[in-house]
């Protein structure tokens, strides 16, 4: 899944492409893709794109005084889309912009969706309450904002849980999904199972910092392409680097995995040397 990032970037490079080209229509390409009655995208019609915003995770394709706010959930991606063929592959929705007088035939720009969740969508929202309306009204703060005080107010503040379903969780904090999860925790040298609760103030000043690295380097290496990366393309320390050498400390890069996701972490690093019980290799051995 695109994380803070990938979306920061994207929303960059898609303002720079598209900033002021007129939204000629918005044509859903199958019945789940619009997730809002009111506005109507028709609304949008005829006026400019001021720009590519985003807000956690999403893209918010501000269009005053709408606003479509799109999540691309897992497999989801906002593509360019030159050929803007009848039935593209995945597509979900599509952005038609008005030809002018030095580009008669405009990109497009096409949602697509692989697999089979079908859970990526366009809110249509109006511009001046789209923080506050569904679905961006229920975010936590955004990753790349959080200093190590505010991030220790907020572990206070929520119930205790491990950490790195805590650093998931989007009501909590926003942006930050299974890759950076992983990557947090091993730069902060937590484990990823600590208890948010316990981290007391030198844990979330350290996770703080971690996430604003982990930001900072994903964002210079996002920023110097021309699309979205998929996940094995983005670089790691542990991320999918399971039994690879620890680049910090050379322990071996060990595994606890779920049903939808991998926590990646380093023994040495993070754990005091402990390795966690694998519970796909435990499942094999009962
Ligand atoms: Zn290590």
């Given at each position: 899944?695109?994380?803070?990032?990938?979306?920061?970037?994207?929303?960059?490079?898609?303002?720079?492409?598209?900033?002021?080209?007129?939204?000629?229509?918005?044509?859903?390409?199958?019945?789940?893709?619009?997730?809002?009655?009111?506005?109507?995208?028709?609304d949008?019609?005829?006026?400019?794109?001021?720009?590519?915003?985003?807000?956690?995770?999403?893209?918010?394709?501000?269009?005053?005084?709408?606003?479509?706010?799109?999540?691309?959930?897992?497999?989801?991606?906002?593509?360019?889309?030159?050929?803007?063929?009848?039935?593209?592959?995945?597509?979900?929705?599509r952005?038609?912009?008005?030809p002018?007088?030095?580009?008669?035939?405009?990109?497009?720009?096409?949602?697509?969706?692989?697999?089979?969740?079908?859970?990526?969508?366009?809110?249509?929202?109006?511009?001046?309450?789209?923080?506050?309306?569904?679905?961006?009204?229920?975010?936590?703060?955004?990753?790349?904002?959080?200093?190590?005080?505010?991030?220790?107010?907020?572990?206070?503040?929520?119930?205790?849980?491990?950490?790195?379903?805590?650093?998931?969780?989007?009501?909590?904090?926003?942006?930050?999904?299974r890759?950076?999860?992983?990557?947090?925790?091993?730069?902060?040298?937590?484990?990823?199972?600590?208890?948010?609760?316990?981290?007391?103030?030198?844990?979330?000043?350290?996770?703080?910092?971690?996430?604003?690295?982990?930001?900072?380097?994903?964002?210079?290496?996002?920023?110097?392409?021309?699309?979205?990366?998929?996940?094995?393309?983005?670089?790691?320390?542990?991320?999918?680097?399971?039994?690879?050498?620890?680049?910090?400390?050379?322990?071996?890069?060990?595994?606890?995995?779920?049903?939808?996701?991998?926590?990646?972490?380093?023994?040495?690093?993070?754990?005091?040397?402990?390795?966690?019980?694998?519970?796909?290799t435990?499942?094999?051995?009962?």
């Open positions: 899944m695109p994380e803070l990032p990938e979306v920061q970037a994207h929303a960059e490079r898609l303002t720079a492409s598209f900033a002021g080209r007129r939204l000629q229509r918005f044509v859903p390409l199958t019945f789940t893709a619009l997730k809002t009655v009111a506005p109507r995208p028709d949008a019609y005829g006026l400019p794109l001021e720009r590519v915003g985003r807000r956690g995770k999403y893209l918010l394709l501000e269009f005053p005084p709408v606003t479509f706010v799109v999540h691309l959930m897992q497999g989801g991606r906002l593509h360019v889309d030159a050929k803007q063929s009848a039935k593209p592959r995945g597509g979900q929705a952005f038609v912009f008005e002018t007088d030095d580009d008669p035939t405009p990109p497009a720009l096409l949602l697509t969706e692989q697999g089979s969740e079908r859970r990526a969508g366009v809110w249509c929202v109006p511009t001046g309450s789209a923080l506050t309306s569904p679905p961006l009204d229920s975010l936590g703060p955004d990753a790349d904002t959080l200093g190590g005080d505010e991030l220790a107010e907020l572990l206070a503040a929520a119930p205790s849980t491990r950490i790195h379903g805590w650093l998931r969780d989007q009501h909590r904090v926003a942006g930050v999904g890759m950076l999860a992983n990557e947090i925790c091993h730069r902060a040298k937590i484990s990823p199972f600590a208890m948010s609760r316990k981290l007391g103030d030198g844990g979330a000043a350290a996770i703080a910092a971690a996430m604003a690295e982990a930001i900072a380097d994903g964002l210079a290496v996002e920023r110097e392409r021309e699309a979205m990366s998929s996940s094995k393309e983005r670089p790691s320390r542990v991320h999918h680097r399971t039994g690879e050498p620890c680049p910090v400390c050379g322990d071996t890069i060990r595994a606890v995995e779920y049903s939808s996701h991998t926590v990646n972490y380093c023994p040495t690093c993070q754990t005091g040397g402990k390795v966690l019980a694998d519970n796909t435990s499942k094999f051995l009962k």
